[in-house]
T-cell receptor, first 115, second 113 residues
């Protein structure tokens, strides 16, 4: 069965620290990869996506992610976090099976950034 | 520019009751998917509809059903509610196809008591 694993459930950082959130997936076929963010009280928003091409993708608010196919990984990075990055982050894989697409989400990582 | 809208935002139901949740997709999107997000977990896929037909179903019991209307809006129905059905129910709309992204609504918070 397909699955997505996020290694860190809770991360606490100080402002200006660097961030890396791990994401691994298990699926042997073609995948699209996503990072979504959920700010407190808001809906899930897309941070960035990978469909094909350059494995290093840049998203909104200074976030980037690197797709490493051999490691089945899609880690999220930001060189310098801000207090406003406090949110929950979800990695998701879009697996095409049986003629339809569905998103498989990881359990999420809660990030708290202290001023 | 209206995003995905869901109603109601909050709902409290008693065990054994039935509930209907509603979703209106972004204009131009013909695919609607439903997800269940239990506290502390990531969203789990329930259904996907495209052009009024069910195109995919996750690992949920038959108490869960859905439909899509000619205007592409959708309803999720849950019968014989259990305490474990308490969750945030998310609706996502998208274009149909592989290289598409899903846009999520605010969700409906269902509490079963």
């Amino acid at each position: 069965a397909q699955s997505v694993s996020q290694h860190n459930h809770h991360v606490i950082l100080s402002e200006a620290a660097s961030l890396e959130l791990g994401c691994n997936y298990s699926y042997g076929g073609t995948v699209n990869l996503f990072w979504y963010v959920q700010y407190p009280g808001q809906h899930l928003q897309l941070l960035l996506k990978y469909f094909s091409g350059d494995p290093l993708v840049k998203g909104i608010k200074g976030f980037e992610a690197e797709f490493i196919k051999s490691k089945f990984s899609f880690n999220l990075r930001k060189p310098s976090v801000q207090w406003s990055d406090t949110a929950e982050y979800f990695c998701a894989v879009n697996a095409v099976t049986g003629g339809y697409n569905k998103l498989i989400f990881g359990a999420g990582t809660r990030l708290a950034v202290h001023p | 520019d209206a995003g995905v809208t869901q109603s109601p935002t909050h709902l409290i139901k008693t065990r054994g009751q039935h509930v209907t949740l509603r979703c209106s997709p972004i204009s131009g999107h013909k695919s609607v998917s439903w997800y269940q997000q239990v506290l502390g977990q990531g969203p789990q896929f329930i259904f996907q509809y495209y052009e009024k037909e069910e195109r995919g179903r996750g690992n949920f019991p038959d108490r869960f059903s859905a439909r899509q209307f000619p205007n592409y809006s959708s309803e999720l129905n849950v019968n014989a509610l259990l305490l474990g059905d308490s969750a945030l129910y998310l609706c996502a709309s998208s274009f149909w196809g592989l290289n598409t992204e899903a846009f999520f609504g605010q969700g409906t918070r269902l509490t079963v008591v």
